[in-house]
């Protein structure tokens, strides 16, 4: 189909020039995803939506000069055809509430995996699909559409609540997301480090872990001091899905 051979191109709104890199870089990835361009803030963006028309619009909230809410309310009261993803880590229930009041089509809340993005990505083309090709839609398919989003959003929330306390579902995808890139066994504060985590809090996922049996630990007996604790995952926790 033509539509399958089409780029999806995204603009980047986010002041942080080491996120604006993770995130264009996670986008790339996606088949059928490319970044056509970059911005700082909520001016910025603005403009270079004027100029480059994107399909799709990634948006931080929090930016030092024009934030990202002024932006998507300046963009619903223009004629630009573009849709928004907001990608932040304003996860307060005021701001998650108007942004979806200004039409966002998913939120990504700070600090996320490439599977949540490459998630976001792939509802996001097949919706386009679909509205693109059907002429007329019925109400199921309408109900399919919209509902999909907020099924998924349950289902994680579902899985979360499941969790117990002290763990929170989007650091233990982090962790899992990194050991699933490692060549070997790794200790904690190794781990943590690459995931921005203190000793103390990796070591509390890892035991979890370890405890519903998705990572294997075994013990490095050194000849001076004590013996340092080395973690993989399992093959359970290689299935997991993010």
Do not use: W
């Not at 700070?110 to 949540?116: L, N, Q, S, V, Y």
Request: aromatic share 6%.
């Amino acid at each position: 189909m033509k539509y399958l051979n089409q780029e999806i191109n995204v603009l980047l709104i986010e002041d942080d020039p080491m996120v604006r890199e993770v995130n264009k870089m996670f986008v790339n990835r996606v088949e059928h995803f490319h970044v056509i361009g970059t911005a700082a803030d909520g001016d910025e963006g603005r403009k270079q939506v004027e100029q480059l028309r994107p399909d799709l619009v990634l948006l931080d909230i929090y930016m030092a000069k024009e934030d990202g809410l002024t932006c998507l309310k300046e963009l619903r009261q223009t004629s630009h055809d573009v849709d928004v993803i907001a990608v932040t880590a304003a996860n307060d229930t005021e701001t998650v509430k108007v942004l979806l009041r200004y039409g966002v089509v998913d939120y990504i809340v700070k600090p996320f995996t490439f599977e949540r993005m490459q998630k976001s990505l792939t509802q996001y083309l097949e919706r386009r699909k679909h509205l693109q090709e059907a002429g007329e839609v019925s109400q199921d398919h309408i109900d399919e559409l919209i509902h999909t989003s907020t099924i998924s959003a349950t289902k994680e929330k579902q899985h979360a609540e499941e969790l117990p306390k002290g763990i929170h579902s989007k650091t233990l995808a982090q962790i899992i997301a990194y050991m699933k890139e490692m060549k070997s066994p790794s200790s904690a504060e190794a781990i943590g480090e690459a995931v921005g985590l203190a000793r103390v809090t990796t070591r509390r996922y890892l035991n979890y872990l370890e405890k519903i049996a998705e990572v294997e630990m075994e013990m490095s007996y050194g000849q001076i001091g004590r013996p340092i604790q080395y973690y993989q995952l399992t093959k359970k926790g290689e299935k997991r899905a993010l």
